[in-house]
C-alpha cells in the first residue's frame, strides 16, 4: 500500500518533466529564426534553406517509428539518453556548417532524428503512468513542444543578433544534451500490472479494458480501425499544415501589418497549444470516435468558414484572427486525439511502437500541406482555393470516425500465444 500511495504522488513527476522536455525538442521548430543568418553567410537561396527542415521532418518521423519500437525492447531511459547525445552532436556539428550538404546531415538528419526519437518515448511513458487520464496528459506534454517556438524562439534569436548563428548553435547543443539526456535518467515504465487508484471507475471503459493487453503493431495494421485513424491523421495534418503555413502571408494580404500578422500566428500558436490538452480532456471522458468526429473536425470546418465569411462582414484581420484561433485549437487538440485513440483501440501493451507507426502520417502531411497552399497561391494570387480544399478534408474527417471498432484484446493476446 505504502508503495502505491508513493507511485501515485510521484507518478506526477514524468508529466512535468515531459512538459519541460518538450519545450527543448521543440526548438528544432524555430529553424526559421537560422535561415536569414545563414542565407545572409552563404548566399543561399530560400529553396535552397527550406530543403532543410523537409529533411530534419522526415527524419523526426524515422526517428519517432524506431524510438517507438527501440522503446519497448530496450527501456526509454537507454533510448532518451541517447537521444540527447545524439541531438547535442548534431547541434555541435551544424555549428561549422559551410556547405547545404553538411547542413541537411547535421541539422537535418542528427536533430531532426533524435528529436523523433525522445518525443515518442517521453509521451509514451507519460501515458503508461496516467492511464486514468491519457488524453489529457499526452496533451499537457505535447503542449510544449507547440509552445517551444514562442518561448525559446526569442531568447535563440538574441542570441544570434549578438553573438552569431553558430554560438547559437552550440548553446543549443549544451542545452538540449543536459536537458534531454539529464532528463532522461528519471525516466521508467510504471511496474507490471500497477494501476492508479480509481482506475476502475473511469468512464471510457475501452481504455481499462485494454490496461496491460494490446495488439502488435503487426496485428494493429491488419485492421481496417488502425487505417482509418491513420487516413484522419493525414487528412486533418495535411490541411492543417497547409492554413498554419500560409495564415502570415493571408493576414497580410488583408492589410495587416507584419508586426499584427505575427500577432494572429502568435494567437494561432497559442491556441494550439492550448487546444492539446484541452481536447485531450474531453477525449478521457467520451470515446475517441465521438471526439474526432464531432469535436475536432467540426471545430476546423467552423474555424474555415469563420476564416473566409468573417473577413467580409467585419475587420478583416479580426475576422482572420477569430477563424484562425478555432483552427489552433483544433489542429492542436488532433495530436491529443489520435494519440489517444491509439491507446483506446490497441491498448497499453504496445503503445510506443504504434504511436511509431502513426507518426509515419506526419510527414507527408507536413511535406505536402504546405506545398499544395503554396502552388494554389501561385496560380490563383490568392490562399480562398487553399481554404475551400482544406474545408473539403474535412468531410471525410468527420465521417471516417464511424468505421471504428473496437478490438478484442484478449483474442488478440491468443492470436500471438498460438504463433510463438
Not at 474527417?397 to 478484442?408: E, R, S, T, V, Y
Request: charge should be positive.
Amino acid at each position: 500500500m505504502t508503495a502505491e500511495k508513493n507511485y501515485e504522488a510521484s507518478r506526477w513527476r514524468f508529466p512535468i518533466l515531459g512538459l519541460l522536455m518538450m519545450l527543448v525538442l521543440g526548438i528544432i521548430y524555430a529553424w526559421s529564426i537560422f535561415v536569414a543568418p545563414l542565407e545572409a553567410a552563404f548566399g543561399w537561396t530560400r529553396v535552397e534553406t527550406s530543403i532543410t527542415f523537409t529533411v530534419m521532418l522526415v527524419f523526426f518521423t524515422l526517428g519517432q517509428f524506431v524510438g517507438g519500437q527501440l522503446g519497448d525492447k530496450l527501456g526509454v531511459r537507454k533510448v532518451m539518453g541517447a537521444a540527447g547525445i545524439i541531438l547535442g552532436f548534431g547541434f555541435i556539428m551544424a555549428s561549422f556548417t559551410t556547405s547545404l550538404p553538411w547542413l541537411y546531415v547535421f541539422y537535418g538528419a542528427f536533430c531532426g532524428f533524435p528529436i523523433g526519437l525522445c518525443m515518442n518515448n517521453n509521451v509514451n511513458t507519460c501515458i503508461r503512468w496516467f492511464p486514468d487520464r491519457v488524453g489529457f496528459i499526452n496533451g499537457f506534454v505535447i503542449m510544449g513542444y507547440g509552445l517551444s517556438s514562442m518561448i525559446l524562439g526569442p531568447l535563440v534569436n538574441w542570441i544570434i543578433g549578438e553573438f552569431g548563428w553558430q554560438i547559437a548553435f552550440r548553446v543549443l547543443a549544451v542545452f538540449a544534451f543536459v536537458m534531454v539526456f539529464g532528463f532522461a535518467q528519471f525516466y521508467r515504465f510504471p511496474p507490471e500490472g500497477w494501476t492508479p487508484k480509481g482506475f476502475e471507475s473511469i468512464k471510457n471503459k475501452s481504455i481499462q479494458q485494454g490496461q496491460g493487453k494490446g495488439l502488435a503493431p503487426s496485428q494493429m495494421l491488419k485492421t481496417g480501425t488502425f487505417w482509418c485513424i491513420f487516413a484522419w491523421f493525414v487528412i486533418i495534418h495535411t490541411g492543417g499544415f497547409m492554413l498554419i503555413s500560409c495564415m502570415a502571408t493571408y493576414s497580410m494580404q488583408l492589410g495587416a501589418s507584419a508586426a499584427t500578422a505575427a500577432l494572429v500566428t502568435g494567437i494561432l500558436g497559442v491556441m494550439n497549444g492550448l487546444g492539446r490538452p484541452g481536447m485531450g480532456f474531453v477525449s478521457d471522458k467520451i470515446p475517441s470516435k465521438k471526439t474526432m468526429m464531432i469535436l475536432d473536425s467540426c471545430l476546423l470546418l467552423l474555424g474555415l468558414v469563420l476564416l473566409l465569411v468573417l473577413p467580409g462582414v467585419m475587420d478583416p484581420v479580426a475576422g482572420t484572427t477569430v477563424g484562425a484561433a478555432f483552427i489552433g485549437f483544433a489542429f492542436g487538440g488532433s495530436v491529443s486525439i489520435v494519440i489517444g485513440s491509439i491507446r483506446e483501440y490497441f491498448g497499453s501493451k504496445y503503445n510506443g511502437s504504434n504511436i511509431g507507426i502513426l507518426a509515419i502520417g506526419d510527414a507527408p502531411a507536413g511535406i505536402f500541406g504546405p506545398m499544395i497552399g503554396a502552388s494554389l497561391y501561385a496560380m490563383n494570387g490568392s490562399y480562398t482555393v487553399a481554404f475551400i480544399i482544406a474545408a473539403v478534408l474535412c468531410v471525410p474527417g468527420i465521417i471516417l470516425p464511424l468505421f471504428l471498432k473496437k478490438q478484442d484484446f484478449d483474442l488478440a493476446e491468443q492470436d500471438r500465444e498460438g504463433r510463438v
